[in-house]
């Protein structure tokens, strides 16, 4: 697949120093003395796999996305999406139980085309660019099976995505989100090959209709293959599907992803191109991203 980056060389939203500062931080923080154990989180996949942090560790993930051709049914934008800062966090509570916040500091729009909005916005008629906060989520995951020799591995995960944009830069949705789905997994091949799988709900807040919702079906299947000790080959299919006539906004999409990891330096690196499978998803797009673990707190005996 083909990348070109438009990007208009007098756009005042570019990068600030704050965020540069604020990678620059946490990068520096992973590099102070910590050491990585285990396998990390599934990045740089979206489907969520069963297995939860080990207890008291935490799991730190920064990554950069860059998308072509997203469209934007709120707003009527369409254009490329670069996510400079992605940023997750995750605790395992105990052997059971694992917490974590996922999100974008800062979302950047190169305007491609416009559309016919369905709510007003804050962007100048001219304006080749826009950008605004992004929503983050909270997740808790519960697993209630362990795998076993025959049997796979089962688990439940619930989230909540809080209104943190501002729908009228023309990106978010600025709604409030629940979701909840359950995960199951198994190893094959002698541990070399994962395959795992999330099927649930998400209750999804209308920004054009005031206390209108609408549920759509979240699913995802993915495969991680043990190429050597330190390289993984993944891929999956994973997204949302909306049955009903959807609210500007709230529209079917979907991606598949391919993509590489690698176990060097301490830390996890990971690489990915993604193509979307539906109107209101990417073209096409890459995913970037580290994960650092370490050893966090004393669980509460």
Same mark, same amino acid.
């Given at each position: ?8 060389? =007098?756009?005042?939203? &570019?990068?600030? &120093? ?9 990068? $520096? ?8 154990? $285990?396998?990390?989180?599934? /990045? ?7 297995? @939860? ?8 993930? %920064?990554?950069? +996305?860059?998308?072509?051709? #997203? /469209? ?34 800062? +979302?950047?729009?190169?305007? &491609? ?5 369905? @709510? ?34 089962? $688990?439940?995960?619930?989230?909540? #995505? ?10 978010? *949705?600025?709604? *409030? ?35 209108? #919702? ?17 390289? +993984? ?5 994973? $997204? /949302?599907?909306?049955? &009903? ?8 999409? %979907? ?5 590489? =990891? ?7 690196? +990971? ?11 990417? /073209? ?18």
């Amino acid at each position: 697949m083909g990348f070109s980056l438009h990007v208009d060389a =007098r756009q005042p939203e &570019r990068l600030s &120093r704050r965020l540069a500062l604020a990678l620059s931080a946490l990068c $520096g923080a992973l590099l102070w003395g910590f050491s990585l154990t $285990g396998a990390a989180q599934q /990045r740089p996949l979206l489907t969520e796999d069963v297995d @939860i942090v080990e207890t008291g560790r935490i799991r730190l993930q %920064a990554s950069a +996305d860059f998308f072509q051709h #997203q /469209r934007f049914g709120l707003s009527g934008l369409r254009g490329d999406l670069y996510r400079p800062v992605v940023l997750g966090v995750h605790f395992g509570l105990n052997r059971n139980v694992g917490f974590s916040v996922e999100g974008s500091l800062r +979302d950047y729009l190169s305007i &491609r085309e416009r559309g016919a909005s369905a @709510i007003p916005l804050s962007v100048a008629p001219g304006a080749s660019s826009t950008s605004g906060a992004s929503d983050f989520t909270l997740w808790t995951k519960i697993k209630l099976r362990k795998e076993t020799r025959r049997a796979p591995s089962f $688990g439940a995960r619930i989230g909540v #995505q809080l209104p943190n944009s501002d729908q009228a830069r023309g990106i978010g *949705t600025n709604a *409030t989100n629940v979701f909840a789905m359950a995960l199951v997994g198994k190893h094959f091949a002698g541990e070399r090959v994962n395959v795992f799988g999330n099927l649930g709900v998400g209750i999804l807040t209308s920004t054009v209709e005031a206390g209108a #919702q609408q549920d759509v079906l979240t699913y995802g299947l993915a495969a991680i293959y043990r190429l050597t000790e330190r390289v +993984d080959l993944l891929g999956e299919v994973a $997204g /949302r599907y909306n049955p &009903r006539v959807p609210v500007p906004g709230l529209e079917s999409q %979907a991606q598949a992803r391919l993509g590489a =990891r690698l176990r060097a330096a301490g830390f996890q690196w +990971d690489l990915a191109g993604a193509a979307g499978l539906t109107k209101f998803s990417p /073209r096409s797009g890459l995913t970037f991203g580290v994960t650092y673990e370490f050893k966090g707190f004393e669980p509460v005996k």
